[in-house]
């Protein structure tokens, strides 16, 4: 199982994604990485969690956070957004 979530702050130019997955060795993890729309900085933090239910409650609190600072919510896979 795997979900993300890719927020956009089209005013800054900026993105920030959060995924939560099963690793290779059985575990769950959720990765978020951040940066710029136009280069290629950023940053990743990679965290290891109990569950999927926790993933899932963090991706809700990124996503709360995300809109308090006037990110929205994109529906799509990344492509062309120059997100790698």
Known sequence: MYTSRLWVHP???RYYRA???KDLLGHWVMVRDWGSLDTKLGGTKTELLEGFWQGKAQLEAVGKRRANH????????GIGLGVC
Not at 70 to 77: G, K, S
């Open 19 to 21: 995924s939560v997955y």
């Open 11 to 13: 005013e800054k130019r």
């Open 70 to 77: 006037r990110y929205r919510l994109v529906e799509t896979d």
